[in-house]
């Protein structure tokens, strides 16, 4: 199994890096969670401008895919980058539209969900929550429960989350978009997918965490010497650089399992999501420690990458989850 990236591959990695890298994402993450989402739907365009939802899409709606392997490589700079909004949920609508066997709905909204001109969000009850990310500010709510898709009319208070950035909602009201037996197939189809996604951004969050802490370590100093010499914290360095790497080729292969739809790729999602997962909350906890504290951490803005690694742990497949899948006979 080939784990490394082609040339083109890398070359979209580094045109996203570099993209996100100028466009102040910091201020875009504040915006978002204050409840002004009008710069994050700038950046939204200009991802789709640079085909990230096309990736979700199949040729036939307009699209480029799907193609799993691209949207790791996708998100990990999404990830990197620490973008704001329903990014996993409007890809995973995407996965299930498409798999429903009603023409009706893939129609409507796949082309636009290509073009960046539909940030959609999925809440899917039996995934493990009851809440819709970014329901106030998406232009559809699906949900999926049973053998049921529904369209949410409306949404309830926002409820608070570990990441301010992530604006959680309760659909309310719904209308009967598709049921029958191809509903659980299809969703458990785009649950894969939301793990995987959910799993690079979780690599991304983490190398970018542990980027940012390497570069504190070696410029702040104590008792005469910088604090990256001491070996407490380069061991603390070090165990998250392994957590990481050994993150990687689980989320490849998982890539290369759903895109073939080989009969483990369900498991080796779940292994993904929750390897990368636990990389990413390692990663935090040790810039929180080799900072200081969350005081400093905001100073920096590091705090923004900090509360998101959490959230990216628990969402689609918490630990506990992921493990009983890829435990289970």
């Known amino acids: 199994m080939r784990f490394l990236l082609d040339t083109e591959q890398r070359a979209f990695a580094k045109t996203l890096d570099g993209m996100l890298g100028s466009s102040d994402t910091p201020s875009t993450i504040r915006s978002w969670a204050a409840g002004d989402p009008g710069p994050g739907r700038t950046l939204w365009s200009r991802l789709a401008e640079a085909g990230v939802f096309g990736l979700a899409v199949p040729e036939r709606h ?34 299930l539209l498409d798999r429903l066997g009603d023409r009706a709905p893939a129609e409507t909204w796949l082309p636009r969900i290509a073009a960046g001109a539909a940030l959609v969000s999925l809440c899917a009850p039996d995934a493990g929550s009851p809440y ?24 309830g208070p926002l409820q608070r ?32 997918v939301a793990a995987l996604t959910t799993a690079a951004q979780a690599l991304g969050l983490g190398r970018a965490l542990l980027d940012h802490t390497v570069a504190y370590a070696a410029q702040r100093t104590q008792f005469g010497v910088a604090i990256g010499s001491f070996q407490a914290v380069k061991h603390r360095l070090a165990d998250v650089l392994l957590a990481l790497e050994f993150a990687q080729p689980l989320v490849h292969s998982a890539a290369l399992a759903l895109a073939s739809d080989a009969p483990s790729a369900r498991r080796e999602c779940a292994a993904a999501k929750v390897t990368a997962g636990e990389a990413a909350y390692a990663a935090s906890r040790t ?8 005081g400093y951490t905001e100073e920096l803005e590091l705090s923004l990458w900090i509360r998101k690694a959490r959230a990216l742990r628990d969402a689609w497949g918490t630990p506990a989850a992921c493990r009983s899948l890829v435990l289970a006979p």
């Open 62 to 95: 307009e699209g480029l895919g799907l193609l799993p392997v691209e949207l790791g490589v996708a998100f990990t700079e999404l990830g990197r980058h620490a973008v704001p909004g329903p990014l996993v949920e409007t890809v995973a609508a995407a996965a």
């Open 132 to 155: 819709a990310l970014d329901a106030d500010t998406a232009d559809a709510v699906f949900v999926v429960e049973d053998d049921t898709v529904w369209l949410a009319a409306g949404r």
């Open 161 to 192: 989350s570990s990441d301010p950035a992530r604006r959680l909602f309760r659909p309310t009201g719904a209308t009967v978009l598709v049921e029958g037996p191809t509903v659980r197939a299809a969703t458990s189809y785009a649950t894969d």
């Open 287 to 294: 810039a929180l420690q080799v900072h200081g504290a969350l």
